[in-house]
């Protein structure tokens, strides 16, 4: 878990660029989750595919081997403890971590084949995943559980797979920051997600996919109410001030993520980003994500 109040230092590249930064990658990492391909090689492993949580779990938590519910939830951190129970450690009776992230290898491979076709061989491509190589390298992941076992991992060879690969070491990087600086504003897991409704980030029914129970939402919005953070009646309302924290938890979680960023220094973050944009269309286009997220990209 990171800890509740990091230190970093003074960033030079803008935090609006660091977010984009953080957006162009999201939906490239996100498809493994999502994509047709994804699925069949959770069936072949052995999962249930009638929902998408069972393959999820075992996706983003097999780097950090076959983990318990309590490091589990502890890394996810928005998830209920009884939705992580659900799934973890079941998953590993279905397959071990290691033939888990074969598959996610052999996911992401198809899935980039078939939305990118001819372009994963692309001088383009090639390029965009050097220099996310080298962002994804230049990250410090002390503290920082998801993106310290995706890390760990041995990079693959193929470009596509390397620029997935970075990307997600990236925004796991990056979530786990933002887990930091949820705390340091004293926001548990369910305030975090009731609070980030309140600001119209998304609709409180997406957020409540993560299945914290009617009691314990009702005792988050009722503790945020006394903090002054929520509008005591009516729907959940961020007051001023609960806005306010709102956006001290995105700038702090920027701050947190810039180290990458000011690894390749704003020449080469440039032309990442130039080179990022097309596959960003390419992901956003296939239709396979959804349109409304807990994350509030672009609304944060």
Not at 72 to 82: C, H, I, T
Not at 143 to 149: E, K, N, T
Not at 174 to 199: M, Q, T
Not at 252 to 271: I, K, N, Q, V
Request: charged content about 20%; some cysteine.
């Amino acid at each position: 878990m990171p800890d509740q109040n990091p230190v970093s230092d003074a960033i030079t590249i803008e935090p609006g660029r660091v977010r984009h930064f953080w957006q162009l990658l999201e939906p490239l990492h996100a498809l493994l989750y999502f994509a047709p391909q994804s699925l069949e090689e959770a069936a072949a492993l052995g999962f249930d595919t009638g929902e998408r949580w069972p393959s999820y779990f075992a996706w983003r938590a097999a780097p950090l081997g076959a983990a318990g519910p309590d490091r589990v939830g502890s890394a996810f951190y928005s998830f209920s403890p009884e939705m992580v129970g659900r799934y973890i450690p079941a998953a590993w009776d279905v397959a071990s971590p290691e033939a888990v992230l074969a598959a996610r290898e052999r996911a992401v491979d198809r899935a980039y084949r078939a939305l990118l076709g001819d372009r994963v061989d692309s001088p383009e491509l090639a390029e965009a995943a050097a220099l996310a190589r080298r962002a994804a390298e230049a990250a410090d992941v002390e503290g920082r559980p998801l993106a310290a076992a995706n890390a760990a991992l041995a990079w693959p060879s193929a470009p596509h797979l390397v620029l997935w690969q970075a990307a997600t070491i990236l925004r796991e990087h990056r979530g786990d920051g933002h887990i930091a600086a949820l705390r340091a504003a004293g926001l548990d897991p369910v305030e975090a997600l009731v609070s980030f409704a309140a600001i119209g980030a998304a609709p409180e029914e997406t957020f409540q996919s993560r299945q914290w129970s009617a009691p314990d939402w009702a005792a988050a919005r009722e503790r945020l109410v006394r903090r002054g953070l929520l509008e005591p009646a009516g729907p959940a309302t961020a007051t001023a001030a609960g806005r306010a924290l709102r956006a001290e938890v995105e700038r702090h979680t920027d701050e947190l993520a810039a180290g990458p960023c000011e690894a390749l220094g704003s020449a080469d973050l440039e032309r990442l980003a130039a080179l990022l944009g097309d596959f960003w269309v390419a992901a956003i286009g296939s239709g396979l994500l959804p349109m409304t997220t807990t994350l509030g990209v672009g609304k944060a």
